[in-house]
């Protein structure tokens, strides 16, 4: 769940996508995602995906079009490419796993599943849009490439329902 999220987050954030497939997202979303989290809940009774399970939860994406408190359309607006807004969520998630290790000394903190649900969220966000940023597909930008960089988020988050749909059986 915690992936489809932070997907869906970028997705949102990105500049020059049309308001009406943005919104077309989140209104596909919000039907997947009620049976994602119903089949998580089911099959995911492990005491480390409950923790996974909260940060997926405290976001507010579907309603507000937020991420940990940051406005995803305010983003959009401030930066004139889609590098720009990876760059952004980035240093933003970095900032909080910092901010989260300087003030933690304990070392069972090491382990991420131990972590509280905010620095989890963080640390999808930093690693999925360090992972989009270093791949070769996000060059050169013009409105091809913000369609495509769109399109391919969707394509991902689709694929991670269709995954978990899978499991519907099993519930």
Same mark, same amino acid.
């Given at each position: ?86 760059? $952004? ?10 901010? *989260? ?8 903190? $090491? ?38 960089? *769109? ?21």
């Amino acid at each position: 769940m915690l992936p489809v999220v932070t997907l869906m987050s970028i997705a949102i954030a990105l500049p020059n996508i049309p308001k009406h497939r943005v919104k077309q997202l989140l209104n596909n979303m919000n039907q997947g995602v009620s049976l994602v989290k119903l089949i998580d809940k089911t099959l995911g009774k492990n005491a480390q995906l409950i923790n996974l399970r909260k940060a997926a939860d405290i976001f507010e994406v579907e309603l507000y079009k937020k991420w940990l408190n940051i406005n995803l359309s305010k983003t959009s607006l401030n930066c004139t490419n889609s590098k720009e807004v990876l760059r $952004e969520l980035s240093i933003k998630a970095e900032g909080i796993i910092t901010k *989260f290790k300087n003030r933690e000394k304990d070392p069972i903190m $090491e382990n991420p599943h131990k972590w509280p649900a905010k620095v989890v969220a963080a640390n999808s966000m930093y690693r999925i849009t360090r992972t989009i940023l270093l791949s070769s597909e996000v060059q050169e930008e013009n409105e091809q490439t913000y369609d495509g960089l *769109f399109e391919q988020l969707c394509v991902m988050i689709a694929d991670i329902v269709a995954a978990y749909l899978t499991n519907l059986p099993m519930v």
